[in-house]
């Protein structure tokens, strides 16, 4: 796994619209179908009863880790990440007494999959519910680990792909350091910080 970039993109028609229109775009650029790709994630808010505070759980799935299980808990002031197997769904299951009746809708971005020579893009429908709320276009740069060495790379790439709306800076550095080597757990971080936006969109 390289270093991977999130962006929105604008939907002026209708979401299969969008995508059928970048996909167009991407194939012929020369890209190829790869496949498709699914992140989700599922969001319940603790007990504060149980817990002394309102704390907020976010657990994720990216179909590109099928064995790993990502869940970040948000206390307020900091976030702790952990990344475990499977497993670990269960283990949430079996803490449901612990969780607020409040679960907030699954929220989730698929959608097809290519490959063109070192980058690999999906092509995200994000839907909460059975509400469509946007696109995600996923770029990952596979030859690269640290992200400082290829952001203008990827940036150049997708602003030839999107378009004007890259904006200069792709990655949120409250999340990921430009001098270290980027992991599974950085890419999870980006969606998160859209899902979150996408959710708050919808709550206004």
């Not at 299951?93 to 999906?122: H, L, W």
Request: charge should be neutral; proline fraction near 7%; aromatic fraction near 8%.
């Amino acid at each position: 796994m390289g270093v991977t970039v999130l962006q929105t993109y604008p939907v002026d028609k209708s979401g299969a619209q969008t995508i059928e229109f970048l996909t167009k775009r991407i194939i012929e650029l020369g890209a190829t179908p790869a496949g498709h790709f699914l992140v989700d994630c599922d969001t319940c808010m603790t007990t504060p009863q149980l817990a002394g505070q309102m704390r907020t759980l976010h657990v994720l799935h990216n179909s590109e880790m099928p064995a790993s299980v990502f869940s970040i808990l948000d206390t307020g002031n900091k976030q702790i990440p952990v990344v475990a197997d499977n497993l670990f769904d269960l283990l949430i299951c079996k803490m449901t007494p612990a969780m607020n009746a409040k679960k907030q809708p699954k929220i989730e971005s698929k959608g097809p999959r290519f490959e063109y020579g070192d980058f690999v893009i999906k092509l995200g429908s994000v839907t909460m519910g059975q509400n469509f709320k946007g696109i995600l276009v996923e770029c990952e740069y596979r030859p690269c680990f640290v992200p400082s060495t290829c952001w203008e790379l990827i940036r150049e790439f997708l602003t030839g792909f999107l378009g004007p709306q890259v904006p200069p800076r792709l990655l949120n550095p409250q999340h990921i350091k430009a001098n270290e080597i980027y992991q599974p757990l950085d890419t999870i971080q980006q969606y998160l910080e859209h899902f979150t936006k996408f959710r708050k969109q919808s709550s206004m």
